[in-house]
């Protein structure tokens, strides 16, 4: 059993489904829409501020610290994640899926009226932690609420409802960015909390909220886990806060985060992940590296288009619109029962996309070169994490004995966030020791029409390694079965 927190079992007996019906089935219905449109408020502001976000920074004289705005999120998601577990056992997914949502607008607002970096950073951070609470009480409630015949095609539905927001998002923001503002972005996506609150807590309150067993005790808190939780998100915030601080003093808060780290990573995650050892161990550290790698890119794309290519923040966010939708296909195709003696076969490849699409990114540095071949790039990119993340999360339910779900889920959005943060603070340091810091100024300079220069390399420092994690995670992708891969293909 892999150790995050108290089990978490599934429903004993799950919402009967009707033959023909599907998620959207009337058993079903309420509750998919429920979820889904949180999942859409969260890809909505995923979308948007990522194409505000080189705006900020740079008025915020905090461009050196751009990575950080990013990992901050992911750090406290970490100890949020943890907590949830541990929330939804024993009292069911309802609450920390109310306070989630709640925390994840107050970290928006606080963001939007941030006056320095820091502040701004800080209100990344108090989102963060809400998205965690959420993300691990949704997988609880699929957990209990789904047939596993229907999990794949509700995770094909989670990643539906990011294609509107890929292509909205960016539009929107970039247009409220330009003219009203990067502030009124960060400031208005709180609004749109109504909706998901008002369509998904009744429907979760009856078909999964409250503890498992109602007549059984209330699991203990495990004060450990907690401990734990803590250690990996104070060991990640300050590695990333050495990252961004290139000083010989930097080792110090360096090692600690190391000294932090290390022993929470063992405790929270199945033994062998680090390994890649065969079967649940490979699922997980798969989920991370292609995370990590995807995502410590992705987020210095719109910084690159706008501060290298001079293109405004709407078209620099519009040119990762495509992938929405390819990402979202890249879902549908794994979800279709036909593939599913070739899931390995279909990962592996995915993670090749991804890695491809990395290491092209930053041939638009080259003047000659066209701006859209970087769009068409990384929708390829997202059609491979669209087959790759969707088929870790079905099959990591599938590997789950039915009371491990909630502890598995949760051990796999901690190896998702971790490796965010830990790659991000890698970046984010090849990035600041290459001139990076100095991208804002440089930016503006040019936009007055002075010959100011360019800093590409600090772009290509980034990418090129990812792209090389991605790869790795291609050959982890081999060995997400303890048997081969006949064995599997014959059982499907």
Not at 155 to 181: D, I, K, N, Q, Y
Not at 246 to 259: E, F, I, M, Q, Y
Not at 379 to 408: I, R
Request: glycine share 12%; hydrophobic share 55%.
């Amino acid at each position: 059993m892999s150790a995050l927190e108290p089990r978490v079992s599934q429903r004993s007996e799950p919402v009967p489904a009707e033959p023909d019906g599907g998620i959207l089935g009337s058993a079903y219905r309420a509750l998919s829409m429920g979820v889904v449109s949180v999942v859409f408020l969260i890809a909505f502001e995923a979308t948007a501020v990522g194409t505000a976000m080189p705006v900020a920074a740079r008025e915020l004289d905090g461009v050196g610290l751009y990575a950080f705005a990013f990992s901050a999120y992911f750090t406290t998601s970490l100890f949020g994640m943890v907590l949830s577990g541990q929330w939804a056992d024993r009292k069911g997914p309802l609450w920390p899926l109310t306070v989630g949502i709640g925390s994840f607008a107050a970290g928006l607002l606080l963001a939007g009226t941030a006056g320095v970096m820091w502040v701004f950073v800080l209100g990344r951070a108090v989102q963060g932690f809400g998205g965690g609470l959420v993300i691990v009480a949704l997988y609880v409630v699929v957990s209990r609420a789904y047939e596993e015949r229907l999990r794949p095609a509700i995770m094909a539905a989670f990643a539906a409802s990011w294609v509107v927001p890929s292509v909205v998002g960016p539009l929107v923001a970039g247009a409220v960015t330009e003219h009203l503002g990067w502030r009124w972005v960060f400031v208005g996506i709180p609004v749109l909390v109504v909706v998901p609150l008002a369509v998904a807590l009744p429907a979760i309150r009856r078909t999964a909220s409250g503890p498992v067993d109602p007549d059984a005790p209330p699991a203990a808190l495990d004060r450990r886990r907690i401990r734990l939780a803590f250690g990996i998100s104070a060991g990640a915030a300050l590695l990333q806060y050495a990252a961004q601080d290139l000083r010989w003093l930097s080792l110090l808060p360096a090692a600690a985060g190391a000294g932090l780290l290390v022993p929470a990573v063992r405790g929270l995650l199945p033994r062998g992940t680090y390994l890649a050892r065969r079967g649940l161990p490979s699922v997980v550290l798969l989920r991370g590296v292609a995370a990590g790698s995807f995502i410590a890119a992705e987020s210095f794309v719109p910084l690159m288009l706008v501060t290298q290519r001079g293109l405004s923040p709407t078209l620099a966010g519009f040119s990762l619109a495509a992938g929405g939708v390819t990402w979202a296909g890249g879902s549908w195709l794994q979800s279709k029962g036909r593939m599913a003696p070739y899931r390995e076969r279909l990962m592996v490849a995915g993670m090749v996309l991804v890695a491809s699409a990395i290491a092209a990114a930053p041939a638009v540095l080259i003047e000659s070169v066209p701006v859209w071949t970087l769009a068409a790039a990384w929708a390829v990119g997202c059609l491979g994490m669209g087959l790759v993340t969707a088929s870790t999360s079905v099959l990591l339910l599938e590997l789950s004995a039915p009371e491990e779900a909630g502890a598995n889920s949760a051990a796999l959005q901690i190896s998702d966030a971790l490796a965010n943060v830990v790659l991000l603070a890698a970046g984010g340091a090849a990035f600041a020791a290459l001139g990076g810091g100095a991208v804002g100024a440089v930016h503006a300079v040019a936009a007055e029409g002075a010959d100011a220069g360019s800093h590409p390399a600090a772009f290509v420092v980034v990418f090129l390694p990812m792209a090389c994690v991605a790869l790795v995670g291609a050959w982890v992708a081999t060995r997400l079965y303890a048997d081969g891969p006949e064995q599997v293909a014959a059982r499907a």
